[in-house]
C-alpha cells in the first residue's frame, strides 16, 4: 500500500523525529551550488566515531581497481558490538564522499530505532563515488562498477550482506538519489535485484539544459536513458520510498516521480537541501529500509 506523508504542522499524526545536529556533517549543504567539501583525512586503518549509544560510524581506505585509485568506506552501525549483519548502500551527493554520505545524524537515528524496536538490527554502507559522477561510467572512472563488482567482496570480507556481500537495498541523497536508482536497475539486469530504494532530495533535474551544467553526461541522449523520471520501470519490483522538502530545488523532479511513480512511500513537506531536513526524515528512511530486510 502506497503511504503518503506530508511533514510538519500540516501532517497531523505523522510525527517525524528532529534529531541533534552534529558537527561536521553538513557538506551537502553547498553541494549543488558547486562548493567542495574539505578532503578527509586518508586513513588506512577502521576508525570509530560516535559514542557506542549513539551509534558508530567506522571509516576505512581501500583501493578501488573500478575507479583506479584509493577511496573510503564509512559503515554506519547501530553499536560498536554490531556484526553479521544486513547491507543498505548509501550513495553520497555532489561533491560529497563517503563521511558525509548520510547529510545527518544517521548512525544515531539507526541506533535509536533498533533500541526502540522499530527495526531489526543492519547497516549501511557508505563509499567514495567521485565529485560529479552521478554514479555512471566516466572516462577512467567507473563508481556504478565498483558498486557492482567490488562492494560485495569488500562487504563479505567484513562479515557484512551475508555471504555474497551483497546488499539488499540502496539509498541515497540528492545525486546520491539519482545513483540509486540506477544501481537498482543495473541489479535488476543481473536479475539480482534490491529490494527497496530510499531516495532523499533526490536530483531528478527536468530539463537538459539544467543538467548539461554539471557536466555529468556526454550529452542529452545518456542522460536520458539513465534519468529515472524517464525510465520508471526499470528497477523492478523494489519498493520505494522519497523525501523531499517544498523548497528544494529537485522538488519539481520528485513531484512529477510521485505522480507518475507512486511510490510506496512519498513523503514531502517545508524544507529545503540541508542537514535539517536530512535529520528529520532520516528516522523514517531507517524505518522504511528496515521494513525490507532479508
Same mark, same amino acid.
Given at each position: 500500500m502506497r503511504r503518503t506523508v506530508l511533514m510538519g504542522a500540516? %501532517? !497531523? %499524526?505523522?510525527? #517525524?523525529? #528532529?534529531? =541533534?545536529?552534529t558537527a561536521g556533517s553538513g557538506a551537502l549543504r553547498n553541494a549543488e551550488k558547486g562548493v567542495k567539501p574539505p578532503a578527509p583525512a586518508p586513513s588506512s586503518t577502521p576508525a570509530l566515531a560516535s559514542a557506542p549509544s549513539r551509534g558508530v560510524m567506522r571509516v576505512e581506505q581501500v583501493r578501488s581497481a573500478y575507479r583506479r585509485q584509493s577511496v573510503e568506506i564509512a559503515t554506519f552501525l547501530p553499536s560498536n558490538t554490531s556484526k553479521d549483519l544486513p547491507v543498505c548502500l548509501?550513495? @553520497? =551527493?555532489r561533491f560529497g564522499n563517503a563521511r558525509s554520505a548520510p =547529510? =545527518?545524524?544517521l548512525a544515531g537515528a539507526l541506533a535509536s530505532a533498533v533500541? /526502540? !524496536? @522499530?527495526v531489526k538490527p543492519f547497516a549501511f554502507v557508505a563509499v567514495d563515488g567521485g565529485a560529479n559522477t552521478y554514479w555512471h561510467q566516466q572516462q577512467n572512472d567507473n563508481p556504478m562498477a565498483m558498486l557492482l563488482e567490488e562492494i560485495p567482496t569488500w562487504l563479505a570480507e567484513r562479515g557484512l550482506g551475508g555471504p555474497d556481500g /551483497?546488499?539488499? %537495498?540502496?539509498? !541515497?541523497?540528492? $545525486?546520491g538519489g539519482f545513483g540509486a536508482f540506477l544501481y537498482a536497475r543495473r541489479r535488476q539486469e543481473r536479475r539480482d535485484p534490491v529490494s527497496a530504494i530510499a531516495a532523499i532530495s533526490p536530483a531528478l533535474i527536468t530539463s537538459w539544459g539544467e543538467m548539461s551544467k554539471r557536466k555529468a553526461f556526454r550529452d542529452q541522449a545518456?542522460? %536520458?536513458? $539513465?534519468?529515472p523520471l524517464r525510465n520508471l520501470d526499470k528497477h523492478g519490483g523494489a519498493k520505494v520510498g522519497m523525501w523531499c522538502g517544498t523548497e528544494d530545488s529537485f522538488i519539481t523532479g520528485v513531484r512529477q516521480y510521485i505522480q507518475r511513480a507512486r511510490p510506496v512511500v512519498a513523503a514531502t513537506g517545508p524544507g529545503g537541501h540541508n542537514q535539517v531536513f536530512y535529520n528529520r526524515v532520516l528516522p523514517d528512511v531507517v524505518r522504511f529500509v528496515g521494513r525490507h530486510l532479508p
Open positions: 500540516a %501532517a !497531523g %499524526a505523522a510525527a #517525524t523525529v #528532529t534529531l =541533534g545536529v548509501l550513495l @553520497h =551527493g =547529510g =545527518g545524524d533500541a /526502540k !524496536g @522499530h /551483497k546488499p539488499f %537495498a540502496v539509498s !541515497g541523497i540528492s $545525486m545518456e542522460w %536520458a536513458s $539513465m534519468d
